[in-house]
């Protein structure tokens, strides 16, 4: 479990996210959290429970990319997940415990690629010494002369195979035998797909419908002719499979969901309803109640085991325009105790996004078209012409934050990224002037910009 300090979490944010330091603060320390209860005394460990966090905010200001930021930052299992895709029991569509079994699946998947990584250079070895058998079968034989009658043919002596090996390992190790083909088995894996429909996870019925298939199936192996180097790399792909230990990884993938998982549930406004006594009101309070024992802690059955919800943390968003946090069920409001405010964004917020992050806008422009060989540079007056037009257009039309930047840049720079290969001009400098004519017509038409942008 990653035991970065809260301000060091933050900081890391900071790179990619502007402003929003509540909503940080708050999930840095939720996350410390996680690593304080690991270190608490065993008897009161378990009576600690997450406490999930709803982060309320128009769309564009950073609630995803937060939560997405802190997935790549931390070693913790996170799984993001859209609520509005959920249904509730008795209804064809996803149920909610499929989110743990995500999870569960992509935790597994990572160990096993991390196991797979660790046993490459010994799988490697392996490969090469099964190549040298294709190359050099082991029971080659030589004829040996018996007297004035036709010749006996016997082993070769061990010393004559020994030798030619280790010159054929050389000439491997030297890629010499790059060209060379070899005779090799490679299993069949055009399984056919099976579909079942059901609004039950086949998990709950203990099934794995899948791998019993696979059983059933005959494992078909076809023999390919393939070059050295690609049979190298086929053979220690098996091989790194077959070191791997299966149990060890699930044991510890279910250890990690349990202890640190993070499940991020987008879009919650959408599954609540104001009053919910008619009509899909119904229907998204059904899917609250079916998420309840989920966040308040329960046991889901998936295909690697019973996986338990009680200690993993949930981070919740939405952008409650129409409705407010209270509208949820209050049973599942008080699973979420910590909720954070995300400030919608404006002139000054854009400026630094387009200037500050890593993964600035303006540089993932100016790095495209470096590819041409075109070389732009936006002045000061520039960047503060995008921004004031990206805050006007959101303030007449729909809000969508920082998005909104997307597509300003590419209506400005539309004509430089189709004609980049051919432009004779490589070195092109962007200013407030030129913006201001790429996108006055927008700007000034209301009506324009809301089917442009």
């Given at each position: 479990?990653?035991?970065?300090?809260?301000?060091?979490?933050?900081?890391?944010?900071?790179?990619?996210?502007?402003?929003?330091?509540?909503?940080?603060?708050?999930?840095?320390?939720?996350?410390?959290?996680?690593?304080?209860?690991?270190?608490?005394?065993?008897?009161?460990?378990?009576?600690?429970?997450?406490?999930?966090?709803?982060?309320?905010?128009?769309?564009?200001?950073?609630?995803?990319?937060?939560?997405?930021?802190?997935?790549?930052?931390?070693?913790?299992?996170?799984?993001?997940?859209?609520?509005?895709?959920?249904?509730?029991?008795?209804?064809?569509?996803?149920?909610?415990?499929?989110?743990?079994?995500?999870?569960?699946?992509?935790?597994?998947?990572?160990?096993?690629?991390?196991?797979?990584?660790?046993?490459?250079?010994?799988?490697?070895?392996?490969?090469?010494?099964?190549?040298?058998?294709?190359?050099?079968?082991?029971?080659?034989?030589?004829?040996?002369?018996?007297?004035?009658?036709?010749?006996?043919?016997?082993?070769?002596?061990?010393?004559?195979?020994?030798?030619?090996?280790?010159?054929?390992?050389?000439?491997?190790?030297?890629?010499?035998?790059?060209?060379?083909?070899?005779?090799?088995?490679?299993?069949?894996?055009?399984?056919?797909?099976?579909?079942?429909?059901?609004?039950?996870?086949?998990?709950?019925?203990?099934?794995?419908?899948?791998?019993?298939?696979?059983?059933?199936?005959?494992?078909?192996?076809?023999?390919?002719?393939?070059?050295?180097?690609?049979?190298?790399?086929?053979?220690?792909?098996?091989?790194?499979?077959?070191?791997?230990?299966?149990?060890?990884?699930?044991?510890?993938?279910?250890?990690?969901?349990?202890?640190?998982?993070?499940?991020?549930?987008?879009?919650?406004?959408?599954?609540?309803?104001?009053?919910?006594?008619?009509?899909?009101?119904?229907?998204?309070?059904?899917?609250?109640?079916?998420?309840?024992?989920?966040?308040?802690?329960?046991?889901?059955?998936?295909?690697?085991?019973?996986?338990?919800?009680?200690?993993?943390?949930?981070?919740?968003?939405?952008?409650?325009?129409?409705?407010?946090?209270?509208d949820l069920i209050p049973e599942l409001q008080g699973r979420f105790p910590i909720r954070v405010e995300l400030n919608a964004l404006g002139k000054t917020e854009f400026i630094r996004i387009l200037t500050e992050p890593k993964n600035a806008l303006l540089l993932q422009y100016m790095a495209l078209l470096r590819t041409e060989g075109v070389d732009i540079t936006f002045t000061d007056d520039a960047?503060?012409?995008?921004?004031?037009?990206?805050?006007?257009?959101?303030?007449?039309?729909?809000?969508?934050?920082?998005?909104?930047?997307?597509?300003?840049?590419?209506?400005?720079?539309?004509?430089?990224?189709?004609?980049?290969?051919?432009?004779?001009?490589?070195?092109?400098?962007?200013?407030?002037?030129?913006?201001?004519?790429?996108?006055?017509?927008?700007?000034?038409?209301?009506?324009?910009?809301?089917?442009?942008?």
């Amino acid at each position: 479990m990653s035991n970065l300090k809260p301000s060091e979490i933050v900081q890391k944010l900071d790179k990619y996210i502007i402003g929003q330091h509540q909503a940080k603060r708050s999930v840095a320390i939720a996350l410390r959290n996680r690593w304080r209860r690991q270190h608490v005394e065993p008897d009161l460990r378990d009576e600690i429970a997450p406490k999930n966090i709803i982060l309320i905010g128009p769309t564009g200001v950073g609630k995803t990319e937060i939560a997405r930021r802190l997935s790549k930052m931390t070693d913790s299992p996170f799984s993001k997940v859209e609520a509005s895709k959920f249904t509730e029991v008795g209804y064809v569509g996803r149920d909610v415990e499929s989110m743990v079994r995500d999870l569960v699946e992509l935790t597994v998947n990572t160990l096993k690629t991390q196991e797979q990584e660790a046993v490459r250079e010994k799988a490697a070895q392996i490969a090469e010494e099964r190549v040298l058998d294709l190359l050099l079968p082991k029971n080659t034989t030589v004829p040996v002369p018996k007297g004035e009658g036709d010749a006996e043919v016997k082993p070769a002596p061990v010393e004559d195979v020994s030798s030619t090996r280790e010159k054929l390992r050389k000439m491997l190790h030297d890629g010499k035998l790059d060209g060379r083909y070899v005779d090799l088995d490679v299993a069949d894996r055009n399984i056919p797909m099976v579909e079942i429909f059901s609004n039950v996870g086949m998990e709950e019925m203990g099934i794995n419908f899948k791998d019993m298939l696979g059983g059933l199936m005959p494992k078909n192996t076809k023999r390919r002719k393939i070059k050295v180097p690609e049979a190298l790399q086929t053979i220690a792909q098996e091989e790194a499979q077959n070191l791997v230990d299966m149990d060890k990884v699930i044991s510890r993938a279910i250890e990690k969901v349990e202890q640190s998982g993070i499940i991020f549930l987008d879009e919650i406004d959408k599954i609540a309803g104001k009053n919910g006594s008619h009509g899909p009101d119904v229907s998204r309070e059904g899917v609250q109640r079916d998420l309840l024992p989920i966040v308040e802690g329960s046991t889901v059955n998936t295909k690697y085991g019973p996986v338990r919800t009680d200690h993993i943390l949930f981070i919740a968003s939405g952008a409650f325009h129409t409705i407010k946090p209270s509208d949820l069920i209050p049973e599942l409001q008080g699973r979420f105790p910590i909720r954070v405010e995300l400030n919608a964004l404006g002139k000054t917020e854009f400026i630094r996004i387009l200037t500050e992050p890593k993964n600035a806008l303006l540089l993932q422009y100016m790095a495209l078209l470096r590819t041409e060989g075109v070389d732009i540079t936006f002045t000061d007056d520039a960047v503060e012409t995008i921004a004031a037009i990206a805050e006007d257009v959101n303030n007449l039309t729909e809000n969508i934050g920082a998005r909104r930047l997307h597509t300003l840049m590419e209506k400005l720079l539309e004509d430089l990224l189709f004609e980049g290969p051919d432009l004779k001009e490589k070195n092109i400098v962007i200013n407030g002037s030129f913006v201001e004519e790429r996108l006055k017509d927008i700007r000034a038409d209301e009506d324009l910009s809301r089917f442009i942008l």
